[in-house]
């Protein structure tokens, strides 16, 4: 099932959260007037990518698979591609006149791509199969992906290792065989509801 239907979405992303706005428990962010809006945006992705007229744009074929993918979950092979990425993004703000959240997991993973390559050339690793089994995972089930890049900031003055809170930035808290724990904050991610995976930068 490469490609998800809105409703398949829609249904996908329900589940149990621990979320409060303006100090009041949400228990189905999914119907919450404030989050909704950004929801419908995220179903149009999934239906534009239905359509035959937005076919081109809005879907790619994965050099991982060689399905049919949503251009979100693309690893980009060519200049073509990231000429399609830039008409697919227009497309979508004219459709949908707001931000689609989908920008930042789709240049993270992109560059994650190309970093554990290099990473495992150099270093003998073997971060870059890791990553294409993940993202594997990613696109034969249209995930969404969204992407955690901006940290807390806590006391300026202070390294992040230095700071009075640990937790005011992301830091590894265990390291295992096949990947490590994380624990701190990362702050203003636009559709991390909306979300079903979150690329974290440090």
Same mark, same amino acid.
């Given at each position: @099932?490469?490609?998800?239907t ?5 249904e996908?992303i329900?589940r ?6 303006f100090?009041? /428990?949400v /228990?189905?962010?999914w119907? +919450?007037?404030?989050i909704?809006?950004?929801i419908?945006?995220?179903m149009k992705?999934?239906e ?9 744009l @809005?879907t790619? %074929?994965s +050099?991982? %698979?060689?399905?049919?993918i949503?251009?979100? %979950?693309?690893? +980009?092979q060519?200049?073509?591609d990231l000429i399609?990425?830039?008409k ?9 006149a707001?931000?689609f959240q989908?920008?930042? !997991?789709f240049?993270?993973?992109n560059a994650?791509?190309?970093?554990t ?6 270093? !003998? %690793? ?7 089994k993940?993202w594997?995972e ?10 955690a @890049?901006?940290d807390t900031?806590?006391?300026?003055s /202070? ?6 809170d640990?937790d005011a ?6 390291e ?8 701190g904050a /990362?702050i ?8 079903h995976?979150a690329?974290?930068?440090?």
């Amino acid at each position: @099932m490469p490609l998800k239907t809105p409703e398949q979405y829609l249904e996908s992303i329900k589940r149990p959260v621990n979320l409060y706005i303006f100090g009041e /428990k949400v /228990k189905e962010f999914w119907n +919450h007037p404030i989050i909704r809006p950004s929801i419908n945006t995220v179903m149009k992705i999934y239906e534009l990518a239905q359509m035959d007229e937005y076919e081109d744009l @809005m879907t790619a %074929t994965s +050099h991982l %698979t060689g399905e049919t993918i949503n251009r979100f %979950t693309h690893i +980009h092979q060519s200049v073509d591609d990231l000429i399609k990425k830039v008409k697919m993004q227009r497309l979508l703000g004219q459709q949908t006149a707001c931000c689609f959240q989908r920008c930042v !997991g789709f240049d993270t993973a992109n560059a994650l791509y190309s970093v554990t390559y290099e990473m495992d050339k150099k270093n !003998g %690793t073997d971060y870059h199969s890791r990553f294409k089994k993940y993202w594997t995972e990613v696109q034969s089930q249209d995930l969404m992906v969204g992407g955690a @890049m901006t940290d807390t900031k806590g006391d300026r003055s /202070k390294r992040p290792k230095d700071q009075p809170d640990p937790d005011a930035y992301l830091h590894i808290v265990e390291e295992k065989d096949d990947g490590i724990i994380v624990r701190g904050a /990362k702050i203003h991610q636009t559709g991390y509801l909306n979300s079903h995976r979150a690329l974290l930068c440090p």
